[in-house]
């Protein structure tokens, strides 16, 4: 779909091309209508503009200024001049550059339509060619790197994919096949000469440092990296051959320790995990490596560690799939009931099927989940004791994960209830926000000033008011014009004129044309039959 801006310094052009022509029809979204240049360019500045129609002659800013203007600022909005008689071989000669078509005043509708539908057939085909096989294979080799960087960050988080999707990813970015083998991980720590740089500048060593590593693991290892939520870097190290032994990745990274001290002139400390199966043992791996960074190199710098040095730890398990992407945060966000309930049902089963039954974390998981029932009724601007006050006041303590998932299932529960009725109220409130705005300025309102006035962008509140109302905005506002004007025809003496002007036609004839479109007769019809 798409946006048109028409522009004329006489008001009754732009209104009478506005209402004529049949813009839905033609597959046009929203007419925008601008009485000068200055207002043409407030517009273009907020709205996604296809078409710009204007008139040439216009003061202060001439139709030609304005698409010069539009030809600096976006010059994929294609530009049609309106031109007088005495102006057309002037107009003719200025637009060869700069305008894609021209019309002679008076405008024939047909003319406008002809030059409308061949303007929007030149629109499809540069989307088409701006999508074609070529420039998104350009856009997405240039995203590549940022978007193995996330795919390797979401499995360190845990993110679970099915073997189908996965494979389907390592693929389409050109990774090696991966799936049930051996990895490993390696996490490099940038230590305080790094840190003190500025951002531009780490940029560029963290580049150096994965091209460092590239180059001393590359004959022995498939490597995959990121930058993960700690700011560290992340190499996942598959080996090439069956003979190449974990230790070789340890002596390894001593090797680009010291290169990085030497071409950096910073200090880096490292940290290398066991072999695990690639992808379900790559959070376990990554876990084991930031908890060693934490534990045992803390302060201390410019030390290589490996997760097997690690002595006497307890195992205890985590409830991973509580923090794992989408978290319950993110979900409360996006109103994803369906999948609040859906990861609850995957943490309790979890809980249930892993061993991980001790009270704490029993206790975790409760606290957890509090904060996110906090987390969502705050950021609505409620307090959650008045949402579910009687769920959130329970002290006792749970010994069960299914009496704690009784609990959980119904907060949400009632969370859902209340915010799915609320979205509601809302919503009934902006429509009858409209139709009281409309009522009041029957006679100047348009789809750009009830936008202003709710405080939405036109486009969604159109979008909001025919899913609820069924219908479009425009419809309500031929509706309540014509429902206006048969009051005003049979209730009172006003001529013609006065009416159509008080319903904010620019003439006379517009509204005797729509109102015969409306009620099957002429105005005057209409009243003679009502006396």
């Given at each position: 779909?798409l946006?048109?801006l028409?522009?004329d310094d ?6 009478d091309?506005?209402i004529?022509?049949p813009?839905?029809?033609l597959?046009?979204e929203?007419v925008?209508r601008a009485?000068s ?7 273009l ?5 296809d078409i710009v129609?204007t008139?040439?002659s216009?003061?202060?800013m ?7 203007e539009i030809?600096s ?5 294609k ?6 008689y005495?102006?057309?071989e002037?107009?003719k000669?200025?637009?060869?550059h700069q305008a894609s078509a021209y019309?002679?005043k008076?405008?024939?509708d047909?003319q406008?339509?002809e ?12 989307w088409?060619?701006?999508s074609?096989f070529q420039n998104t294979?350009q ?11 996330r ?5 360190l ?7 189908d999707q ?8 050109q990774?090696p096949?991966l799936?049930d083998?051996?990895v ?6 940038l230590?305080?000469y790094f840190?003190?740089q500025?951002?531009?500048s ?7 440092i994965?091209?460092i590593a590239n180059e001393?693991?590359?004959e022995?290892?498939?490597?995959w990296?990121?930058k993960d939520v700690h700011?560290y870097l ?7 051959s069956p003979?190449v032994?974990?230790?070789s990745i340890?002596?390894?990274?001593f090797?680009?320790?010291?290169s990085?001290n030497i ?7 490292i940290?290398t995990t066991t072999?695990?199966?690639f992808?379900?043992?790559m959070r376990?791996l990554?876990q084991s490596a930031?908890?060693?960074?934490r ?6 710098t410019g030390?290589v560690?490996?997760?097997d040095?690690?002595t006497?730890?307890?195992d ?5 799939s509580l923090y ?5 945060f ?8 369906d999948a609040?309930?859906e990861?609850l ?8 099927d892993s ?8 206790e975790e998981?409760r606290?957890?989940l509090?904060?996110?029932f ?7 601007n409620?307090?959650l004791g ?6 959130m ?8 994960p299914?009496m704690?998932?009784?609990w959980a ?5 009632q969370?859902?209830a209340y915010?799915?009725?609320e979205?509601?109220d809302?919503?009934t409130i902006?429509?009858?926000?409209v139709?009281d705005?409309?009522?009041?300025n029957?006679?100047y309102?348009?789809?750009q ?7 939405l962008?036109?486009?969604y509140l ?8 069924g219908k479009?905005i ?5 509706q309540?014009k014509?429902?206006?004007?048969v009051h005003l025809?049979?209730n009172?003496q006003l001529k013609?004129?006065?009416?159509s002007?008080?319903?904010g036609y620019?003439?006379?004839?517009y509204?005797?044309k729509?109102f ?6 002429t105005?005057?019809?209409f009243?003679?039959?009502?006396n």
């Amino acid at each position: 779909m798409l946006q048109i801006l028409l522009v004329d310094d006489e008001p009754y052009v732009v209104d009478d091309l506005s209402i004529i022509i049949p813009w839905a029809d033609l597959q046009f979204e929203q007419v925008h209508r601008a009485y000068s240049g200055q207002e043409a360019l407030e517009i273009l500045r907020r709205n996604p503009i296809d078409i710009v129609i204007t008139d040439i002659s216009m003061p202060e800013m001439s139709g030609l200024q304005l698409i010069e203007e539009i030809r600096s600022g976006w010059k994929h909005i294609k530009c049609v001049l309106l031109t007088g008689y005495a102006e057309f071989e002037y107009a003719k000669k200025a637009i060869q550059h700069q305008a894609s078509a021209y019309l002679l005043k008076p405008i024939g509708d047909e003319q406008l339509i002809e030059v409308l539908q061949q303007l929007h057939l030149e629109i499809q085909r540069e989307w088409e060619t701006l999508s074609s096989f070529q420039n998104t294979m350009q856009t997405f080799r240039e995203h590549l790197p940022l978007l193995r960087d996330r795919l390797l960050n979401d499995l360190l988080q845990g993110r679970r994919f099915t073997d189908d999707q996965l494979a389907i990813q390592i693929q389409k970015y050109q990774l090696p096949p991966l799936t049930d083998e051996n990895v490993a991980l390696m996490i490099v720590r940038l230590e305080d000469y790094f840190q003190r740089q500025d951002m531009n500048s780490i940029h560029l060593f963290e580049y150096a440092i994965v091209n460092i590593a590239n180059e001393l693991y590359h004959e022995q290892f498939d490597i995959w990296s990121c930058k993960d939520v700690h700011e560290y870097l992340v190499f996942l190290l598959k080996p090439k051959s069956p003979d190449v032994h974990i230790h070789s990745i340890t002596q390894t990274a001593f090797q680009l320790q010291k290169s990085i001290n030497i071409y950096l002139k910073g200090a880096v400390s490292i940290a290398t995990t066991t072999w695990g199966k690639f992808p379900h043992g790559m959070r376990e791996l990554y876990q084991s490596a930031v908890s060693l960074i934490r534990r045992r190199i803390g302060q201390d710098t410019g030390v290589v560690l490996t997760v097997d040095q690690q002595t006497g730890n307890r195992d205890i398990q985590i409830t991973q799939s509580l923090y794992e992407p989408p978290t319950f945060f993110h979900l409360f966000e996006a109103n994803r009931w369906d999948a609040i309930e859906e990861k609850l049902h995957t943490v309790f089963r979890e809980i249930k099927d892993s061993g991980t039954r001790s009270q704490e974390h029993i206790e975790e998981t409760r606290h957890y989940l509090k904060t996110a029932f906090y987390f969502i009724a705050h950021k609505n601007n409620k307090l959650l004791g008045d949402i579910i006050g009687s769920i959130m006041d329970e002290t006792r303590r749970f010994h069960s994960p299914d009496m704690l998932k009784n609990w959980a299932m119904n907060a949400v529960g009632q969370l859902r209830a209340y915010f799915d009725l609320e979205h509601q109220d809302q919503r009934t409130i902006l429509i009858n926000e409209v139709h009281d705005f409309v009522d009041q300025n029957i006679g100047y309102v348009s789809l750009q000033s009830i936008a202003d006035h709710v405080r939405l962008h036109p486009v969604y509140l159109s979008k909001i008011y025919k899913s609820e109302t069924g219908k479009s905005i425009s419809d309500y506002l031929f509706q309540i014009k014509m429902e206006k004007a048969v009051h005003l025809l049979s209730n009172s003496q006003l001529k013609i004129y006065e009416i159509s002007s008080m319903l904010g036609y620019s003439t006379a004839h517009y509204f005797i044309k729509l109102f015969k479109e409306f009620s099957q007769m002429t105005p005057q019809e209409f009243r003679d039959r009502s006396n």
